[in-house]
């Protein structure tokens, strides 16, 4: 069974027995291998996660931005603190 979301190809092994009392109990086999069941292991997980991560961070890398872009998303996420004279006067009567 190949999981396009995580695209692990998963081997799939049963006793006949097993098969033998899902149908007795009337599963839809049809959804079961259509839909099938989401599991990852903890090393699998990380394995996603980190795929997702870099998938996701190489793609910033790869954006081509000009210079006015580039001082705009600087600014964007991380406004530089104001100056002295930027900071507003307040008087006091």
């Known amino acids: 069974m190949v999981d396009p979301i995580f695209g692990f190809d998963r081997s799939f092994l049963c006793q006949a027995s097993a098969i033998d009392m ?3 109990e009337r599963l839809d086999f049809n959804h079961l291998f259509r839909h099938g069941i989401r599991y990852l292991s903890r090393q699998e997980e990380r394995d996603v996660r980190a795929a ?16 006015g872009g580039q001082t ?22």
């Open 22 to 24: 899902l149908c007795k």
């Open 52 to 67: 997702e991560t870099n998938r996701v961070e190489g793609n910033r890398e790869l954006a081509a931005v000009d210079e």
């Open 72 to 93: 705009f998303l600087s600014q964007a996420k991380y406004p530089p603190p104001p100056t002295l004279l930027e900071l507003p006067l307040i008087l006091f009567p």
